[in-house]
């Protein structure tokens, strides 16, 4: 009796793991919307190559995720870049964009890896938070991690610039890699446009 509901307890933790409703698996964003001051989140798709996003190598900044509850037993960070210029870009001289985290324990800043986006367009670069540094981030991620990118460490000339900063713990779905406020595609504004001149012309007529 004692293993039967062992065994069911295990499958409805299993479907629960499935179905994403496991207690501990939290999705934290940080971008446009999160106010934090001295971040450059791009607030709309359109404006990810206008100042003061898109960014260049003596322009580095940072961010603070929120505290996490402990428990979960993965997390990874996903970075949403927009227009990572690395390796193939020719001979020499690609775009390096370092993302660390901080250590509090040893007041250090974690290399956790280089952006790999796409080139002229949205892409997230996952980083595995919790192994990383033998696992010295996790207190960190309990207590809000603290995030910075160092922009071109090859001090190249490319620009990049970040839509959002997503932490996922146990499997969780980061979601989307664009902007949050995304505008009318520019079909549906020629169209509105196109109607309301339309209207406006019947009115002069009659
Ligand atoms: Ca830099
Ligand atoms: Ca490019
Ligand atoms: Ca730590
Ligand atoms: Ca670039």
Redesign the pocket.
């Known amino acids: 009796m004692m293993k039967l509901s062992h065994t069911i307890a295990a499958a409805a933790f299993g479907l629960m793991a499935t179905a994403g409703m496991v207690s501990a698996a939290t999705v934290d964003t940080i971008d446009a919307t999160s106010g934090q001051a001295g971040t450059y989140f791009v607030p709309t798709l359109g404006q990810e190559t206008t100042s003061p996003y898109y960014r260049g ?2 322009e ?1 900044w940072g961010w603070q995720h929120n505290a996490i509850a402990s428990g979960f037993t993965s997390a990874v960070l996903n970075i949403s870049a927009y227009d990572v210029d690395e390796s193939p870009c020719g001979t020499s001289n690609c775009e390096v964009d370092n993302i660390e985290a901080f250590d509090a324990a040893t007041n250090t800043w974690i290399l956790l890896g280089s952006l790999e986006g796409d080139n002229n367009a949205f892409s997230f670069t996952e980083f595995d938070i919790f192994a990383a540094a033998g696992g010295a981030l996790i207190d960190d991620i309990v207590a809000g991690l603290q995030v910075r990118m ?4 090859t001090n190249g000339g490319w620009l990049v610039s970040l839509a959002k900063s997503v932490i996922s713990t146990d499997g969780s779905n980061p979601g989307n890699p664009n902007p949050g406020q995304v505008p009318l595609p520019a079909g549906g504004l020629l169209l509105i446009s196109a109607l309301g001149g339309a209207a406006f012309l019947r009115r002069k007529k009659s």
């Open positions: 190598a003596g580095d160092d922009i071109n460490v």
